[in-house]
């Protein structure tokens, strides 16, 4: 519901913009429609940028060992990092599009780990541990559909609103435990290593953006981007009895070529 | 002649690793691996010169070089083979050279090696490979390393690394070729193999871990887990072995060892030696850092059931004292063994003191009281009569409790921690009858002194409790007690101000360094009071709060 309303909000920045731009593309309509350039039936994008979100994940999971449960806690936090996308917009009628674009984002991190280690000698004297697993990849696979609405913003700016929904492959290390050295009489342990699994989670969201283009000539522009679209993904985790869960997506903002045909 | 073949063999070596770089595919592979270890000078200078050469010819490259800390002008080489740039897994030379010259080259080299170093799997395919057959990942700090495997029936280009997997580090070798798994093994440098923890239910049904060896499929009471051997030895009722055993006729076997088929022990007798004896050994190195009863992991032998509790009633008065109703030390029986008693058989009391006797390990006073007996025997050998026997018997008592206040809340009744001796195992059972066998706070209890003024003096023989050791044992039990929780003596009137329970670690502190530091064998009370002043003196400070209290405890109960 949340990121629904997010959503939301974007969507009407975008149409606030777009009336701005419709109302210069009106202007424009009352010159003969045949003065003006053809409208591009094929426009292609590919875009680099940058996905600032941060978002957090924690996965916990058990192991059974000295006769009780370790428990190991690990927290993520995926920063901002980069992304590429490529994708095609056909007209279907005036300046109504359809398209789909794929997008990819790829960020490592390090987990924060905590776990509470049972003693081998007493129950419930728990020894607690803290760690962290460096090197773990996430990656979001993004396949956005979408309905955009193309206006000219002038002679060789053009621009597109879209939204529609988005499929989500998301890919992340998750740590399902930990290594720890530990010496007579127990009371203390000593974190040394993590192990680490590689966990996928596919999840349907919804997508929002705008793009803004300047042609260079009859078939090459360049043009500018931003995209917010959200889902949230539970991954399973190995050895844990419940999922971890985590929104994927977030805001994008970069910038690329376009064709036209 | 020997130096002569050992020449020849040196010579087939470097010759098949010649040859195998100039004739790679003319060779049949197949395993030859060449152990080094010339002693002849002539040897060793011979393998000198190969490795000069092999190293020239990058068939040996330099992993490690360092200088010799202990021998001066000394180099140590570690020098790894390779088959066209790539590793032999474990072929190595160790050089050792002195200036220039080498004093000795060991190491294993292979020669034969024929293969194409050139893998079908990438090291990105590899490391893929490895993850699905490990189920984790890499981390980025491990790649895997293309290598020579020798194998059974020739050699393999494989991959090698290491992954981390939920409780080991895990080395594995894949195929590189297609992927295959050919060897993996586990990394770790584990402290303990085979230790096992699990769960054990004691005398008094209270619920508690057990250090246990996994053996064969079973459970052994033998604990990996703590610096000492502590094993405990299951009679099953087999009196003579048992007896054999401590007179030392026949050796105990593993055979003897408590086992169990899933690591839940539901053996109250077995569960509570076991634990009791290593939380007793927790508790001097917690307290004292002292390494059991030797100070040096002595190891702990205990032993039950070596009487069955069926069999009491027609049981010779001697085993009845010695093995139903006792618990003992014996330093002399095979190196050390600690015997718990069987108790009686349910719903029998004693009626000589109205109480029910349970398992004596059941009893973690009990347990450590006698263990202590083994910390004196190694330290102030305190001799067992008079009153250094009392001081002797007083010791354990001291230690008995203290261990049961560091592992045990304080309180009253069941498996809580007080000045009772042995009141978790024998219980009254008629109107009257007390729990426990001695009362540290009040030691009139159970017909002991209080005070120096009451002792009993008897002659030092069995008949007599060696002068009666258990008896006076009260007075010097009762100035422990009233030093650490204060009080007035009952029969001096003396009131002491003790140090207080939360500091009693003070009191046991100053106690156990006057018994095992600096008490002689034939120690008086009036000694003790000395070398446990000096030890408070040496600890806390002459007229600290400990020092007051340990003197005004001796003067109470009337000891000067």
């Known amino acids: 519901m949340r ?16 009336g701005l731009g419709t109302a210069t593309a009106q202007t424009a309509a009352t010159a003969p429609a045949s003065k003006g350039p053809a409208r591009p039936r094929i426009r292609i994008g590919a875009n680099g940028g940058v996905q600032p979100s941060s978002i957090a994940i924690t996965s916990s999971t058990t192991t059974p060992i000295y006769a009780e449960n370790e428990t190991v806690n690990a927290t993520y ?30 960020k490592q991190n390090d987990g924060d780990i905590t776990s509470t280690v049972p003693h081998p000698f007493f129950y419930n004297t728990p020894r607690s541990v803290s760690g962290v ?36 492959h998301v890919t992340q290390d998750l740590v399902t435990g930990i290594t720890f050295s530990e010496r007579y009489p127990y009371d203390t342990t000593t974190f040394t290593g993590a192990s680490t699994a590689r966990v996928s989670a596919d999840s349907v969201g919804a997508n929002a953006g705008a793009d803004v283009a300047f042609k260079l000539s009859k078939n090459i522009g360049i043009g500018g981007m931003v995209r917010y679209s959200h889902t949230s993904v539970d991954f399973p985790v190995p050895g844990a009895p419940t999922n971890s869960k985590s929104d994927a997506g977030g805001f994008q903002a970069g910038g690329g070529i376009r064709l036209y045909f | 002649m020997r130096r002569l073949a050992s020449a020849i063999g040196i010579t087939f070596v470097v010759f098949f690793a010649w040859h195998s770089v100039r004739e790679p595919r003319t060779l049949h592979a197949q395993v030859r691996a060449q152990t080094v270890a010339p002693s002849a000078p002539a040897d060793v200078r011979d393998w000198d010169n190969t490795a000069s050469r092999l190293l020239r010819s990058g068939e040996l490259r330099v992993r490690l070089q360092r200088a010799d ?18 590793r032999v897994w474990g072929g190595s030379l160790s050089r050792q050279l002195d200036d ?31 993850e699905r057959i490990g189920g984790a990942r890499f981390s980025s700090a491990r790649r895997p390393e293309l290598v020579v495997l020798p194998i059974d029936d020739g050699f393999k280009l494989a991959w090698v690394g290491e992954l981390m997997t939920r409780r080991d580090v895990v080395r594995y070798f894949v195929d590189a070729a297609n992927g295959q798994l050919l060897r993996h093994y586990g990394m770790l440098q584990r402290q303990i193999a085979n230790a096992s923890v699990g769960h054990g239910i004691g005398v008094l049904g209270d619920d508690k871990k057990v250090s246990a060896t996994s053996s064969g ?41 408590a086992a169990n088929g899933t690591n839940n022990w539901t053996d109250a007798a077995v569960v509570d030696a076991h634990s009791y004896s290593a939380y007793t050994y927790d508790y001097y190195f917690k307290r004292f850092g002292r390494r059991g009863l030797d100070n040096a992991d002595h190891p702990l032998r205990n032993m039950v059931h070596t009487v069955n509790r069926s069999d009491i009633f027609d049981a010779p008065g001697d085993i009845l004292g010695a093995l139903y109703l006792n618990a003992f030390y014996c330093g002399a029986c095979a190196g050390g063994t600690m015997v718990y008693g069987e108790g009686l058989p349910g719903g029998a009391y004693l009626p000589s003191t109205g109480q029910f006797f349970d398992y004596f390990s059941g009893a973690l006073d009990v347990v450590a009281h006698e263990l202590t007996h083994g910390v004196t025997n190694y330290s102030s050998n305190l001799e067992y009569v008079n009153e250094s026997g009392a001081l002797n018997e007083a010791f354990s008592d001291i230690m008995g409790t203290s261990v049961e206040f560091f592992f045990q809340p304080p309180g009253t009744g069941l498996l809580r921690a007080d000045y009772l001796i042995g009141e978790d195992i024998a219980r009254a059972a008629l109107p009257g009858a007390l729990d426990g066998f001695r009362s540290m706070s009040n030691p009139a209890l159970f017909d002991q002194p209080d005070h120096y003024s009451k002792r009993v003096v008897l002659p030092p023989d069995e008949d007599n409790d060696n002068g009666g050791v258990h008896t006076n044992s009260g007075i010097p039990n009762h100035a422990f007690y009233l030093a650490i929780e204060g009080g007035t003596n009952r029969t001096s009137g003396i009131r002491v101000q003790g140090v207080g329970a939360s500091n009693r670690e003070q009191i046991e502190k100053v106690f156990y360094r006057g018994f095992t530091q600096l008490m002689p064998a034939n120690a008086t009370f009036s000694v003790a009071r000395a070398v446990t002043l000096r030890a408070a003196q040496d600890l806390y400070g002459l007229n600290s709060a400990p020092y007051n209290a340990v003197r005004d405890a001796w003067t109470a109960v009337g000891v000067n």
């Open chain 1, 3 to 18: 990121a629904l309303a997010t959503i939301s909000v974007v969507w009407l920045a975008i149409t606030g913009g777009a």
């Open chain 1, 77 to 106: 936090s995926v920063g901002s990092g980069v992304f590429f996308d490529g994708g095609v917009l056909v007209r279907l009628a005036g300046g109504l599009h359809a398209g789909v674009t794929v997008s990819s984002f790829m």
């Open chain 1, 133 to 168: 697993a460096g090197g773990l990849t996430r990656n979001e696979l993004v396949t956005h559909v979408q309905a955009a609405w193309v206006i000219r913003a002038g002679k060789s700016i053009d621009i597109a609103v879209s939204v529609g929904p988005s499929w989500f």
């Open chain 2, 69 to 86: 800390t202990l021998i001066p002008r000394r180099t140590v080489e570690q020098l790894d083979q390779y088959h066209r740039g790539v």
């Open chain 2, 100 to 130: 220039s010259s080498a004093v000795s080259v060991f190491g294993l080299i292979y020669a034969g090696i024929t293969l194409d170093p050139t893998p079908t799997l990438t090291e990105s395919d590899a490391v893929a490979a490895i």
């Open chain 2, 217 to 257: 499929g079973a459970f052994l009471a033998s604990d990996p887990l703590r610096p000492p051997s502590i094993v405990t030895y299951d009679m099953r009722g087999n009196t003579g072995r048992a007896l054999d055993a401590l007179n030392g006729d026949v050796a105990l076997a593993t055979a003897d060892v």
